[in-house]
């Protein structure tokens, strides 16, 4: 078990950009959430998938927020346009059925 | 989703017993009770879950009240590594398929005193 891969851990990026996350989870892990952390309160919702199937995107923040999980294995979130607001922590989270889930240590995204 | 109730802040003594608690009034009798704990600069990490009795494990014990209106982490030994954000969610048993996301709160942020 080598535990939920994140990368990049840090990302600095100037306003408008665009900017792509990956998370590898547990390679036996059917289920794939992604979260966001900013400053001071807890992770809070985005989408999820189960195998390649994005089946809960209603909590995206936007519609330049999008994700991926191409053939059921890494995923990717990707954030166009960026904008000061999107500063956070995004944390990916890997699980099954009615297991708890793994999180990754997460990737810091800082917009100048 | 039902709501969770913990205090903001503790302390304890390293080597002392700590007793972290959550309040969760409107709990449905499906939900489960999960502990999380997220220390600086980490994602969270899973401690412990349980349904209606008390659940040990080499982490911590999880103690529920009988009418599930509360329960009640334990830490038998804080040491410093324990230092970090405790978050008690309650998840529901769901079909698959079914998102099943983690709902946190705030937490209780628990300080270890040397």
């Known amino acids: 078990d080598t535990g939920v891969s994140q990368n990049p851990r840090h990302k600095i990026t100037k306003r408008g950009q665009n900017v792509t996350f990956r998370c590898d989870p547990i390679?036996?892990?059917?289920?794939l959430y992604w979260y966001r952390q900013t400053l001071g309160q807890g992770p809070e919702f985005l989408t999820y998938?189960?195998?390649?199937?994005?089946?809960?995107k209603s909590r995206l923040l936007s519609d330049r927020f999008s994700a991926e999980r191409p053939k059921g294995s890494f995923s990717t979130l990707e954030i166009q346009r960026t904008e000061q607001g999107d500063s956070a922590m995004y944390l990916c989270a890997s699980g099954t059925d009615n297991q708890p889930q793994h999180f990754g240590d997460g990737t810091r995204l800082s917009i100048l | 989703d039902a709501k969770t109730t913990q205090p903001n802040s503790m302390e304890s003594n390293e080597e002392e017993p700590v007793h972290l608690p959550c309040n969760h009034s409107t709990i449905s009798g499906t939900d489960y009770i999960h502990w999380y704990r997220q220390l600086p600069s980490q994602g969270p990490e899973y401690v412990i879950h349980g349904l209606t009795s008390n659940v040990n494990n080499r982490m911590a014990s999880l103690a529920i009240a009988e009418d599930r209106k509360s329960s009640t982490l334990i830490l038998h030994r804080a040491t410093l590594r324990d230092a970090a954000v405790y978050y008690c969610?309650?998840?529901?048993?769901?079909?698959?398929?079914?998102?099943?996301?983690?709902?946190f709160g705030s937490g209780t942020q628990l300080t270890v005193l040397p």
């Open positions: 998938f189960q195998n390649e199937a994005q089946l809960e």
């Open positions: 969610i309650l998840v529901p048993l769901i079909s698959s398929g079914s998102a099943r996301q983690l709902t």
């Open positions: 390679s036996e892990h059917n289920r």
